[in-house]
C-alpha cells in the first residue's frame, strides 16, 4: 500500500482525498496497488471533519515519515509551498501540484531536483484543471515540434465574457454573480487581469521548448475593459471575443501573449462557453488537435492530480523525464508581430473613414445600428508597433481587439 499526504486541505486538496476515496477501487487497479492518506498538512483546524484524525500541522511529520512516498500540494501560492515541495523532494518523496504559480515561477528547480533525487515533480492540474493537455504534450505529442498552443485556459474569464456576450450585461454586474457563485475569487484580479492565463502558456511553452519561460515577459492584456457593446461589434461580424493565451513558434524561439481577441466563428474555440476552457495545438506532423473540458473546480482538478498520484506509483522507482532547463528563452519583441485589429471610434464613418485609412490602411467599417455617434474599423494585418504608435495618436478611439 502506498501512502500519500495532501499539503491544503482547501477546495482541491479535500477534492483530491474524496476522488481517491470515491474511486478507491478503480485506481487500485490503474496504480497496481492501495493509495491511502496517511497525513493531512494545514494550519486551520476542521473539527468535525471525518479525516480528523488525519491532520497534522508540522511539515516534519510528513518528511521524517519513511512511508509516504507522495506527497500532494494543493496550498496554492509561492511560499511556503516552494520550501515544503523542495524539503519533499529532496527527502526522496514524489510530488504533485496543482498550484500554476509555484510551476511557473519555480518549475525548473524543483525538476532538477527531482531528477537528482530519482522521483517525480508532476502538475498535470497546473494547467487546465482536469484537461489532460501537459500529460499529451509530454507523451502522446513528443514526435512533433509543436508550433502553435493557444487557449481559453480560465474558467472565470470565459464565464464572464459569455455572460456579457449573451445577456448584454456589464463586467461588474457578472463578475460579482461569478463571485457568489464561486466561480470568481474575492479579490479576482489574476483572473480578470489575465495573470492566471500568462502563468499557463509559460507553463506549457517551457514544456514544449525546453527553456524556462518567464511569466513575468509575456505581454498579458485582462477582459476588464471588454463591454456589451464591444460585444455587438463582435456580433455584427460574426465574431466573439474570448480571452486566449497563446504560443507560436518563431524561428527557434516563442512568441507568446495573453489578451482578449474577436473569434472568427470557424476558430475552433469559438464555441467554448462558460466555465469550459480548452486548448488548440497545432504540430508540425499531427496538425490540428483540441483539448477541451472543465478547467476548474473542486472534482475535476482534484481527478488530474490523482493522476499524477496513479503515474508517480506506477513509476515509483524512477524519474519519467518531466524536463525543462533553467536557462531563459529568449522571447523576441512583440512589436514585429502581426494581426489584423478591430477598432472602435467615436465619430462619423463616412468623415472619419479616410483618418483611419491614413492610420492604418485600407480597411472595412463596421456599423451597429443601436449604437449612433460611432463605428467600428477593421484594419488589414499590421504589426503590433504600427498599430500602437497609430492607435495612441487616434482621436476618439474608444476600443480595440485583435482577430483571430
Known amino acids: 500500500m502506498v501512502k500519500v ?19 478507491c477501487d478503480s485506481i487500485t487497479v490503474k496504480a497496481g496497488e492501495p493509495i491511502e492518506v496517511k497525513y493531512i498538512l494545514d494550519l486551520k483546524d476542521f473539527p468535525g471533519d471525518p479525516h480528523e484524525k488525519l491532520f497534522v500541522k508540522d511539515i516534519n511529520a510528513i518528511l521524517n515519515d519513511p512511508e509516504v512516498k507522495v506527497v500532494v500540494e494543493t496550498m496554492g501560492g509561492v511560499e511556503p509551498a516552494h520550501t515544503f515541495v523542495k524539503n519533499c523532494l529532496e527527502a526522496g518523496k514524489h510530488v504533485t501540484t496543482s498550484n500554476k504559480a509555484l510551476v511557473a515561477k519555480c518549475g525548473a528547480e524543483l525538476l532538477s ?8 515533480f508532476l502538475f498535470e492540474a497546473s494547467v487546465g484543471g482536469g484537461i489532460p493537455i501537459i500529460r499529451a504534450l509530454q507523451t502522446s505529442l513528443t514526435a512533433d515540434v509543436v508550433e502553435e498552443i493557444t487557449g481559453i485556459m480560465n474558467g472565470t474569464t470565459n464565464y464572464i465574457l459569455t455572460k456579457i456576450e449573451q445577456e448584454g450585461s456589464d463586467f461588474a454586474d457578472v463578475l460579482k454573480e461569478a463571485q ?19 502563468r499557463k502558456i509559460a507553463i506549457l511553452t517551457s514544456l514544449v521548448c525546453g527553456k524556462y519561460v518567464d511569466f513575468e515577459e509575456i505581454y498579458t492584456e485582462g477582459i476588464t475593459k471588454v463591454t456589451p457593446e464591444d460585444m455587438q461589434y463582435a456580433k455584427a461580424m460574426k465574431r466573439t471575443i474570448k480571452l486566449l493565451a497563446t504560443s507560436r513558434k518563431a524561428a527557434d524561439t516563442y512568441s507568446a501573449m495573453v489578451a ?31 483539448f477541451y473540458g472543465r478547467g476548474a473546480g473542486a472534482l475535476p482538478t482534484a481527478s488530474a492530480v ?80 504600427e498599430f500602437a504608435e497609430a492607435y495612441e495618436k487616434l482621436e476618439g478611439a474608444i476600443s480595440r481587439y485583435r482577430l483571430a
Open 180 to 198: 457568489e457563485l464561486g466561480y470568481a475569487e474575492a479579490n479576482p484580479t489574476d483572473d480578470v487581469e489575465g495573470y492566471d492565463a500568462c
Open 5 to 23: 499526504a495532501v499539503m491544503g486541505y482547501g477546495t482541491i486538496g479535500s477534492g483530491v482525498v474524496k476522488v481517491l476515496e470515491t474511486n
Open 306 to 385: 490523482v493522476a499524477d498520484v496513479v503515474d508517480m506509483v506506477r513509476n515509483s522507482d524512477h524519474n519519467t523525464g518531466t524536463m525543462w532547463t533553467d536557462e531563459k528563452l529568449a522571447m523576441p519583441e512583440l512589436d514585429a508581430v502581426r494581426h489584423a485589429f478591430f477598432v472602435r471610434v467615436k465619430g462619423d464613418e463616412n468623415a472619419d473613414k479616410a483618418k483611419l485609412e491614413e492610420a492604418f490602411g485600407k480597411g472595412v467599417i463596421v456599423k451597429v445600428p443601436a449604437l449612433s455617434g460611432e463605428f467600428g474599423y477593421v484594419t488589414g494585418e499590421i504589426s503590433e508597433k
Open 113 to 120: 531536483i527531482a531528477k537528482e533525487k530519482n522521483v517525480n
Open 260 to 290: 482578449p481577441f474577436m473569434l472568427e466563428k470557424e476558430h475552433p474555440l469559438y464555441n467554448v462557453h462558460g466555465v469550459f476552457n480548452a486548448v488548440f495545438v497545432h504540430g508540425n506532423m499531427l496538425d490540428d488537435a483540441m
